[in-house]
């Protein structure tokens, strides 16, 4: 693997769930066998870096998100042996790996928690943050209002409260303890060690609390994020953190600190009015929130998604849009969940392979770098009839066949059951017969993932956008050294015509890059360019 | 005496006799010919409308605003206007042949000279008659206007301009028939005085505000005069 | 289909970026520096608050101003929708400005309008006019929803009126419009109106833009032709109506002649749909009516009341001509009265309308002198009105408007009589 300290900034990144990728040993779950034995179809898709859902061992109440033992794998999933063989066979590809690192909280069933909870006098009390009073922190909101009350669970075993802001099965840890931050750095070098080269930060901005404040993106919890950036930096080279932050883009911008904190960092804001702009056939809604994106340091990147494996999350919208994308993409109830839409990208986008392209389009030429949600780069369906976010969390579709291909067992015994409908169903939608096809999505999308890749402008560039009268229109210019790359696309369902001010590279010949053709050289008068439904360009500008 | 009284009132007699043979002749031509003019002018009015229409004249001098202007004279559509036109020359026409074919020379001689004095009777009577649709649209226009400007007395300034304006007309016909020449420059330099005055009447009226506003600048108001102007205005808001 | 030679270059550059609306507002301006800020932030924060979703464009007709008036549109920006609304718009907020050159004139504004909602395939259009002092953002709701959700074709505003406020309209247009065309519609000169784009394009087909219209006519047009062509309408309360009154000066005649020219022009135009039409019927009402104290009006009784008996005695020969002489000798009469029994019966007013249009549409004298002397017997109809009601409340004055309007439709039979009555024998 090529060495390169800032490779994140250029990474394609492929989000994936172990349990649904693919099911080698026949049990109805995927594991890490199953996942190394398709690293060549990842490999042949593109991407540069795989980032895992939560593996490891755990009463599995939230998703995997409550971790019992962070420096295990959860037996469905393999042993750790399993995991080193996928990591050098990922490496081998030059695949990069991520992982999760949940450092806000454990598991109840964590033996640590099992420990401070035994009794008051216990060594490991003062991991977690205990109050007999439930009056302390009372300015925190609660995250997930459907299901908890407080931020405060009474411990019956020591008769006193614990700290939680998520789940109550999820006691916080209490990061003022020095000795918490040494374990924690000792889970991050446990896994760091093995090879992997990154960790994404779940619930960075709930890290430590303080009376009086919100209890969120505390300078104290800046702090802690710090220290732990500095010991990576001291022990490894090429590693990567990533925050999850679900914040506005300044308040996010606090968790790249100087470049001496979070490498990379969730991009939440943008994702929703990507949609939202699609929907409108205005380019406002988008041309609004990259403005109000605050610059970061130059070894940050952002990272940008259009789906994932939670809801397309609507809590960074005004109560106007939350209405508008609720009435537009979840006029049924059960496709909402929490604030936001549970379905995938294409179902979300009618099935419309222009859209679903726009879509991708946009996100491969956004700055930052981009996600994909494993299964939308085939435009799998969803599941809305399935529990919480069970719906976009269905196995892979591999193939026409028994269980998609994802696994010879009974189909009863599958984790979850295949998406099976006409339209989405494995029979039409499968990696098989996209691979068979130069014109499928699959294949397109492996154009566009080339395409993103062999250029540094889409990930490193500096981004300036066009303002053409047509307001349908989204065009941006991508700039770095001598390079240019433009991007010109329509958001509206008909033909438009939009006239772009290029006097500025007057001489230069755009080329459009899926098909390197020349288009007429830019001259004084508005570049005129017509574009189809949904239609985007990307143009190379090259000075003769 | 009395044959010879006789013979000449016989040799009268006979010679009237002879000439009322000779005449009556060509005055039944005449009335014939006067006759079949007259229907003859009918039957081309007739075509000549049906022609007109067929051309859709009326259509087309309303587009090109023929009908308009003579509409703010007073006068008939365009259509009626030259029909009746048609009729009138062409019976005219008639009759006059008529006349001649009573064969006297002198009447001959006078309708030749009538002939050739014909253009400019035509001209004098068109002058007269315009002039006297324009005296009447202009003296009501006056008194419209007058009335609506609330000027004192809009009756007679009205009476007025169709007086002038009258006035002039005829003579501008008197000139046309090339009769009392001098006549006409007098007229006419009063009518021009009259119009002058007209005129600087009509300015006056119309710049009123504007010498108003003059006049306010130069010598402010009270200020409770002006106040008590706004509160109270002259008319109700119409609209 | 919008002939393209009527709009600017410029005007279609721009229009073509802003592509399909929903919904187009309309405000033509001619120096309105003073009044148009208020309005297009009206405008705009009513466009956000009552349709954020739609796609919205704004469009400024200009007649040439030389005050900057289409700069200040330009740049009006409303900073801070937070502190107005709690909504902000959710889509690019269009603004287009399109100067025509030549005489400024409504004809020429509304039709580069109509023509935008054409190219623009604008589902509901408004129109506001730039000097209106009372505007709010509701306003822009009230024009629009019943057209973008209701399915109405034309809104024509209703206003709260102050006791003697706008006769000509209450006491003319309005019943006669009623009478005639069937519906009784009660601001028909109103200068705000909301339409479909659907009318609008029907406008746009008719053959009367070429034509003179005067500033008032084209409301009266509006309104008769969407009537006659069988679309939908309603109205729309407004609320208190207060303009920038520069162009109502005291100007009676001149407004009388230009209305009252208008709707005469109307009569024949539609002939064969008022003739053969009966009865009347309301419209539809939006919005909540509310009331607010009003300034009364104040002016000069005595003044309006001398100038009608002077007048009429100074134009009787050109009466004779428009009225038949039993009308005449009435009016005379009336004329004659003395200050304190002095009344112009509903029965002579309507009559004396009546032979005036028929007396317009046979052109018996020249149409604009006809129009003249109609003036001097509309203050004797508003003396003898205000005389009456001086002491009445606003909703007595409105019983009042309702009695003259079936009066006006009692006579119509007499108007369709007169219509053709002695044609030619009196030329």
């Known amino acids: ?94 695949l990069r790996v991520i992982t999760e690192l949940v450092l806000n909280h454990t598991s109840d069933q964590h033996p640590w928690f099992q420990e401070a909870r035994s009794s008051r006098n216990n060594a490991r009390r003062d991991w977690y943050v205990w109050s007999d009073l439930i009056e302390r922190y009372k300015k925190a909101r609660i995250i997930f209002t459907d299901t908890e009350l407080s931020n405060w669970a009474w411990d019956p075993v020591s008769k006193s409260h614990y700290w939680h802001r998520f789940f109550s099965h999820q006691p916080d840890l209490n990061y003022d303890n020095p000795a918490v931050f040494e374990a924690v750095w000792g889970v991050m070098k446990f896994w ?38 500095r010991r990576v930096d001291e022990h490894f080279s090429e590693k990567m953190l990533l925050a999850e932050a679900n914040q506005w883009p300044k308040d996010v911008r606090q968790y790249f600190g100087v470049g001496d904190e979070c490498h990379m960092a969730f991009h939440f804001p943008l994702m929703p009015r990507m949609f939202m702009a699609i929907k409108l056939e205005d ?3 988008i041309v609004d929130i990259l403005r109000n994106t605050p610059e970061i340091p130059d070894v940050c990147q952002w990272g940008i998604f259009l789906r994932n494996h939670d809801e397309l999350t609507l809590e960074m919208v005004t109560d106007e849009e939350r209405d508008y994308m609720y009435d537009e993409f979840a006029p049924e109830k059960r496709a909402q969940l929490n604030l936001g839409i549970r379905r995938r990208l294409a179902p979300l986008m009618e099935g419309d392979r222009r859209r679903i392209e726009l879509m991708n389009g946009l996100l491969m030429s956004m700055p930052g770098s981009p996600i994909l949600y494993y299964g939308d780069e085939i435009g799998m369906g969803d599941n809305i009839y399935l529990g919480d976010r069970n719906g976009v969390r269905t196995p892979m579709q591999w193939s026409g066949g028994w269980n998609a291909g994802f696994s010879s067992a009974d189909p009863e015994q599958l984790y979850s059951p295949i998406i099976s409908n006409p339209v989405y169903g494995y029979q039409a939608i499968n990696v098989e017969s996209q691979r068979r096809y130069d014109h499928s999505l699959l294949s397109w999308m492996k154009r566009l993932i080339r395409l993103r890749k062999s250029t540094r402008v889409f990930g490193r560039g500096t981004m300036e956008i066009l303002t053409p009268q047509n307001h349908r229109v989204l065009a941006y210019l991508r700039e770095l050294g001598s390079e240019r790359i433009l991007m010109v696309c329509n958001l509206s369902s008909q033909a438009q015509a939009a006239e772009l001010d290029l006097r500025r590279w007057k001489g230069s010949v755009p080329i459009e890059m899926f098909g390197s053709n020349l288009f007429p050289p830019i001259g004084d008068l508005p570049y005129l360019l017509t574009l189809g439904p949904y239609q985007f360009y990307w143009f190379r500008l090259r000075r003769l | 005496m009395k044959e ?74 365009p259509l009626d206007l030259m029909t009746q036109l048609v009729f009138w020359i062409v019976w005219i026409g008639f009759i006059l042949l008529g006349v001649d074919a009573l064969d006297i020379p002198e009447l001959q001689m006078q309708i030749s000279r009538l002939f050739l004095y014909l253009p400019q009777i035509f001209v004098a009577l068109l002058v007269l008659f315009v002039g006297l649709l324009a005296a009447n649209f202009f003296s009501r226009a006056t008194l419209l206007a007058a009335v609506n400007a609330n000027l004192p007395s809009a009756r007679i300034i009205s009476g007025f301009v169709r007086f002038v304006i009258i006035l002039l007309t005829i003579a501008m016909a008197l000139e046309q028939l090339a009769l009392a020449q001098r006549t ?15 005129l600087a009447i009509a300015f006056g009226i119309g710049g009123r505000n504007v010498a108003q506003k003059a006049l306010e600048n130069l010598f402010p108001q009270s200020e409770s005069k002006k106040e008590e102007q706004k509160e109270k205005a002259e008319e109700i808001p119409p609209l | 289909m919008a002939e393209i030679s009527t709009v600017s270059e410029d005007f279609l550059r721009q229009l073509t970026a802003v592509g399909e609306v929903g919904i187009l507002v309309g405000v033509p301006t001619f120096n309105n520096r003073d009044t148009i800020e208020r309005v297009v932030s009206a405008i705009q924060v009513g466009l956000t608050k009552y349709f954020h979703r739609e796609r919205c464009v704004l469009i400024n007709p200009d007649g040439g101003s030389t005050d900057g008036t289409p700069e200040i549109f330009k740049n009006v920006s409303v900073q801070d929708f937070g502190m107005l609304l709690t909504a902000s718009p959710l889509r690019t907020f269009h603004r287009v400005t399109a100067p025509y050159h030549g005489i400024p004139g409504k004809e020429r504004a509304l039709r580069s309008l109509f023509t935008a909602a054409d190219l623009l ?10 000097d209106s002092l009372s505007i709010t953002p509701e306003w822009v709701d009230s024009l629009i929803r019943p057209v973008y959700r209701e399915g109405f074709d034309l809104v024509s505003p209703a206003y709260q009126r102050r006791k003697f406020d706008g006769l000509l309209v209450r006491g003319l247009v309005s019943p006669m419009i009623g009478a005639l065309y069937g519906r009784r519609l009660h601001e028909p000169v109103g200068s705000e109106l909301g339409l479909s784009g659907r009318l609008a394009c029907q406008f ?21 032709t969407a009537i006659v062509d069988d679309f939908r309408l309603c109205e729309s309360f407004l609320g208190p109506k207060i303009q920038a009154a520069k162009q109502f000066g005291q100007d009676v005649a001149g407004t009388v002649r230009q209305v009252v020219g208008a709707l005469f022009h109307c009569l024949d135009l539609h002939e064969n749909f008022w003739k053969k039409r009966e009865g009347s019927e309301a419209l539809p009402l939006f919005g909540f009516q509310y009331n607010v104290a009003l300034e009364p009006l104040r002016f000069n009784r005595r003044g309006i009341l001398d100038t009608f008996r002077s007048h009429v005695e100074q134009l009787v020969p050109i009466l004779e001509s428009i009225l038949t002489p039993q009308t005449l000798v009435e009016v005379r009469n009336v004329a004659q009265l003395a200050d304190r029994e002095f009344h112009y019966p509903d029965e002579l007013w309507v009559r004396t309308i009546y032979e005036f249009a028929a007396a317009h549409h046979r052109a018996v004298i020249n149409r604009n002198h006809l129009l003249q002397a109609l003036p001097p017997l509309y203050r004797g109809w508003v003396s003898s009105f205000i005389l009456e009601n001086q002491k009445a409340d606003a909703a007595r004055v409105d019983q009042r408007i309702e009695a003259l309007s079936r009066e006006f439709e009692r006579l119509k039979p007499y108007l369709v009589d007169r219509w053709d009555a002695g044609r030619g024998g009196e030329r």
């Open chain 2, 184 to 198: 006409v420059l007098i007229t006419f330099s009063i009518a021009f005085g009259a119009i002058m005055l007209g």
């Open chain 1, 1 to 94: 693997m090529p060495s390169d300290p800032l490779w994140y900034k250029d990474a394609v990144i492929y989000e994936l769930h172990v349990r649904g990728f693919y099911d080698a040993d026949g049990n109805g779950t995927g594991e890490f066998r199953g996942l190394t034995l398709k690293l060549d179809y990842l490999a042949d898709l593109g991407v540069s870096a795989i980032w895992l859902l939560p593996f490891y061992p755990s009463p599995l109440r939230d998703d995997g998100y409550d971790i019992s033992d962070y420096t295990n794998i959860h037996p469905a999933y393999g042993a750790l042996d399993d995991f080193k063989m996928f990591l050098e066979e990922a490496h081998r590809r030059g």
């Open chain 1, 283 to 285: 380019r406002k809604p």
């Open chain 3, 121 to 130: 395939r604008a589902k509901a259009c408004a129109i506001f006019p730039p």
């Open chain 2, 4 to 77: 010879v009284v006789l013979k000449s009132l016989d040799k009268t007699l006979g010679k009237f006799y002879d000439m009322l043979l000779q005449f009556l002749p060509h005055l039944l031509a005449m009335l014939i010919i006067v006759a079949a003019g007259w229907l003859i002018a009918i039957v081309l009015k007739m075509i000549a409308r049906r022609l007109m229409a067929l051309a859709r004249v009326n259509k087309l001098s309303e587009g090109s605003g023929i009908t308009q202007i003579l509409r703010k004279a007073d006068l008939p559509a």
């Open chain 1, 192 to 229: 760091l060690d093995l090879g992997v080269d990154g960790l994404r930060l779940d619930a960075v901005p709930y890290l430590v609390e303080r009376e009086g404040t919100a209890c969120e993106n505390l300078p104290e919890t800046h702090e802690v994020l710090k220290r732990l950036r």
């Open chain 3, 204 to 224: 746009l087909q008719k053959d009367i833009w070429e034509q003179e219209m005067t500033t008032f006519g084209l409301e009266i047009w509006m309104a008769t």
